[in-house]
Each structure stands twice: as C-alpha cells, then as structure tokens.
C-alpha cells in the first residue's frame, strides 16, 4: 500500500509540504547518487526551486503581516479620523489574502521574526507621518494572523 500522506500536507500546509519533498529529493538524490542521470533531471535545481516555493510562499505572508500591522499603527496612531475607514478596509484585505497563504508550519518561523516583523511596519508608519509608536508591538501575532 502506498503513502499518499504528502497529497493530505500538500492541500493542508502547502509550506510544509514544500519542505518536506525537498528534504526527500535530496536524500533520495545523496543515497542513490545513480538517480541524478535519471532521464537528464536537474535534481539540485529541482529541489532548490521547490524549496524557493515555499520561501514565495512564507515571504508572501511576511509582507502581509507588515502591511497589516502597518495598516493598524496608522489606525491606532495616526490623528487622521477621515483615514481610519480605508485603513480599516485595507487591514482586512491584508488579512483575507494572508489566511489564504498562511500555513500552519510557517507559526514557528514567524513567531521568532514577529519582533522584525514590527520594526519594519513601524519604519513605514515613521517614514509617512510624525508619531511616536510603541517600541513592543501591541499587537500579538495571533491577532493579525486570524
């Protein structure tokens, strides 16, 4: 009988599943260095690009999660009321589009980067308006994940 587990991590956690067949190709590929001839295949490119999807993918939610904190320090510190509503909208489309990236093996990545993550935001904000922002975001990063 087959394992078709990755089919089930390939549709629940597309990082994770990006990870883990370019672990198998290069243990596969290092035990049987014969397999490399295999009809011509460019296995050291095929798996750094698997590997690079799922980068795509985790960098995509990174930039997400700036622009929502972004979008939220304004909301919460920015004195321009006539704003608050587009911001509003744009913090939940931030979100919408992030949910549909995210993957839950990216939460540990992403939890030791939340303070980089902040910092980054915060220098968006300064660059755009003159207000002081808290040094510790005060936002978790469960609240603009879900």
Same mark, same amino acid.
């Given at each position: 009988? #087959?394992?078709?587990? =990755?089919?089930? #991590? ?6 994770q599943? #990006? ?11 290092n035990? @049987? ?10 296995w ?18 990174v ?7 972004? @979008? ?11 704003? @608050? ?8 489309? =931030?979100?919408?589009?992030? #949910? ?43 609240d603009?994940?879900?």
């Amino acid at each position: 009988m #087959t394992n078709l587990g =990755f089919l089930n #991590t390939y549709e629940r956690d597309y990082y994770q599943w #990006t990870r883990e067949q370019a672990e198998a190709l290069r243990k596969l590929v290092n035990a @049987h260095q014969g397999l490399k001839q295999l009809d011509e295949l460019d296995w050291d490119n095929i798996i750094e690009e698997i590997e690079a999807l799922g980068r795509s993918e985790y960098n995509a939610v990174v930039s997400l999660l700036i622009r929502q904190i972004e @979008h939220k320090l304004k909301i919460d510190y920015v004195p321009l009321e006539d704003c @608050h509503r587009k911001w509003q909208g744009e913090v939940m489309v =931030f979100k919408v589009n992030m #949910t549909r990236k995210y993957a839950p093996s990216m939460k540990p990545k992403l939890i030791q980067q939340f303070e980089g993550i902040y910092q980054d935001a915060v220098k968006i904000v300064e660059a755009e308006y003159d207000v002081n922002l808290p040094k510790e975001c005060p936002y978790s990063l469960e609240d603009v994940l879900f």
